[in-house]
């Protein structure tokens, strides 16, 4: 009789499969690659797919982001339960954070709940509040209590709204640290900056409100992750080179892509990674932004 692998067997085999690629490239050789924003399920995409995905851009660890339980994240994922799951069964692999719409009744207590269980921080926190409203407020609160980071999606007039008042927040909670992420936050290196344009074209001036941000608060990090963030980097590499240098303790990489394959034009993941490559030649600043700044920031991605 044929024995059908189980989904444990499957994903062990794409593990032994890959390594053994990964431990005779060059390329990736002692290089040490931690991906601070990945989902499970993202568009469908089985948890299989998702770790030899990982492997094949040569991530040593991931940390899963859920979304919440009455709202998705605009990327149809799973939420706590999938995360926690993949996370308990590679724990080598994986880690996780917990996640929820932040202005429910029952907000507390789910995030507490998988705080306490082994998540490692909060979010991505995309929902549509202000980023300063009572339902921030309480996820910071919780994060203070627990010692955790908050990762946060920006997006003009959508998600973590008002963002040029997230100051108050970073004055607010100084010893939260705060991961923010996407269009409004990378459009924003810019001084010139359009709020209404989520992926800006062209020269950065230097010194706009998220340049600002990250310069004046011990608690402000930033998220390379998706098109947003590659955006950032590719619109002007001159400006780009000096940004990644004066920030350089507090840019982490990200992929956010739901690429089936690793590499090629659709893995914004892979992409991020060679421009990054690209654009810093000190071996030392890229080592900081692709894991030393995650293993200071968010436990248990050692």
């Not at 080598?92 to 998988?114: G, Q, W």
């Amino acid at each position: 009789m044929q024995r059908f692998m189980s989904r444990r067997d499957l994903c062990a085999s794409s593990i032994s499969a890959v390594a053994g690629v990964l431990l005779t490239d060059p390329h990736h050789g002692a290089e040490r690659i931690i991906d601070i924003h990945q989902h499970t399920h993202y568009a469908a995409r089985a948890d299989e797919t998702l770790i030899e995905h990982q492997q094949a851009m040569g991530i040593t660890r991931t940390v899963l982001l859920p979304a919440g339980s009455k709202l998705g994240l605009d990327a149809d994922c799973y939420g706590n339960d999938s995360v926690a799951l993949l996370a308990r069964e590679y724990p080598r692999e994986f880690v996780y954070f917990a996640n929820e719409v932040p202005d429910l009744p029952e907000t507390k207590s789910v995030l507490e709940k998988y705080l306490k269980q082994g998540a490692c921080g909060i979010g991505e926190q995309k929902f549509p509040v202000a980023c300063d409203s009572p339902g921030i407020e309480l996820v910071a609160q919780i994060a203070r209590h627990f010692h955790v980071p908050v990762l946060l999606h920006f997006q003009h007039n959508k998600y973590n709204t008002d963002y040029l008042r997230f100051h108050r927040m970073l004055e607010k909670f100084p010893s939260v640290n705060f991961i923010g992420h996407a269009q409004t936050f990378w459009g924003n290196i810019d001084k010139n900056h359009v709020q209404e344009t989520l992926y800006p074209k062209g020269p950065v001036t230097p010194g706009g409100y998220t340049d600002k941000l990250l310069s004046d608060y011990p608690n402000m990090y930033g998220d390379l992750s998706a098109g947003s963030g590659l955006n950032a980097l590719q619109r002007d590499e001159e400006q780009a080179r000096e940004f990644l240098v004066r920030h350089r303790g507090k840019l982490m990489f990200g992929s956010d892509c739901d690429d089936h394959v690793g590499s090629g034009e659709k893995c914004s993941g892979s992409k991020c990674l060679a421009t990054l490559r690209k654009l810093i030649d000190d071996p030392v600043v890229l080592k900081e932004i692709l894991s030393g700044n995650a293993k200071r920031v968010i436990r248990g991605v050692r």
